[in-house]
């Protein structure tokens, strides 16, 4: 299996945006969710998006609706993460991963071929 690469990550203002990407290259990829996840310095591992196979599904954590996006391109093997009104405790390490079965799940230890993450850092 290929591991997924994280992109798009970097320091915005309290207010910007930011859009990021993974590339998952594979049909085992492609005919699974896929969902975005956060870890913050001394923190645990937290969900923040998932999305169907076939980006007809999304799910949000509460406290991202409404701000954030997650939508995929099945023909380019990314999926995307479009973060908008971003504030400091958005700050954290981004990491896509594979759902490793049914549903979307938004339990980390049901996901499966983690990226090595992308740095997001909004300053205040």
């Known amino acids: 299996q290929v591991q997924p690469v994280e992109s798009g990550g970097g320091l915005v203002r309290a207010g910007g945006s930011l859009r990021l990407s993974c590339v998952a290259s594979?049909?085992?990829?492609?005919?699974?969710?896929m969902g975005w996840f956060r870890q913050a310095p001394g923190k645990e591992r937290e969900f923040v998006a998932a999305?169907?196979?076939?980006?007809?599904?999304?799910t949000y954590d509460d406290a991202v609706k409404g701000r954030i996006t997650i939508y995929r391109d099945n023909a380019k093997n990314t999926e995307y993460l479009q973060m908008n009104n971003l504030k400091p405790e958005n700050t954290a390490v981004y990491y896509c991963?594979?759902?490793?079965?049914?549903?979307?799940?938004?339990?980390?230890?049901?996901?499966?071929?983690w990226g090595r993450g992308t740095q997001v850092t909004v300053s205040s």
């Open positions: 991963g594979r759902a490793n079965g049914a549903g979307i799940p938004t339990m980390s230890r049901l996901y499966d071929y």
């Open positions: 999305i169907s196979w076939g980006g007809a599904s999304t």
């Open positions: 594979g049909r085992t990829f492609i005919t699974y969710a």
